[in-house]
């Protein structure tokens, strides 16, 4: 699936009725390496928001599954604990727990999706903090590399853009793996 910006624009914009507007980026790519940004701020307190961040289920949208289904999702948090998927006989692994700190950053070793088979390191950090509001800051970096041939500019876009969702989803607490 091809994402334009305008039609990621869209969709951002329907999903900000609740939480603040999230922003997207790809700050760098080429051949063989990608970095992104996404921001967003929730009206949840941090120590809540942290809760429905390590429970992906409740966030993550379906679509972005092996199985269709993101209650099978879950995130083991414990040093090199994973975030993995299993359905029927099925599991993947879609990343590796490296840091938790102080319910503030998460940082995961996490070639998501199409970036397990390219063979590539990616980095995704999930810092929170609280704003003078009582409400929550969220930032999403992602650092990846890999080789010349892995053509991860190509895929910069719709990485973003799954982000940027993610994010959003994260960020506002009306919204469960149901809503599409």
Request: proline share 6%; charged share 25%; net charge negative.
């Amino acid at each position: 699936m091809f994402v334009t910006r305008h039609s990621l624009c869209m969709g951002m914009m329907a999903l900000t009725c609740f939480a603040g507007v999230a922003q997207g980026e790809v700050i760098s790519s080429g051949p063989d390496h990608y970095t992104l940004k996404q921001e967003a701020e929730s009206p949840l307190p941090l120590d809540e928001l942290w809760e429905r961040l390590i429970e992906p289920a409740k966030w993550w949208h379906p679509d972005h599954t092996y199985s269709g289904d993101a209650n099978n999702l879950v995130l083991d948090l414990e040093p090199g604990g994973t975030w993995s998927e299993a359905w029927d006989e099925n599991f993947v692994v879609h990343g590796r727990i490296m840091l938790v700190k102080n319910k503030e950053e998460l940082r995961l070793d996490a070639p998501f999706g199409p970036l397990q088979e390219r063979a590539v390191t990616v980095v995704w950090t999930i810092s929170l903090m609280e704003t003078e509001v009582g409400g929550t800051y969220v930032r999403f970096e992602e650092r990846a590399s890999g080789s010349q041939t892995s053509d991860l500019d190509a895929l910069a876009p719709a990485v973003d853009y799954v982000k940027s969702e993610a994010i959003q989803r994260l960020v506002d607490p009306a919204v469960g793996p149901e809503d599409r």
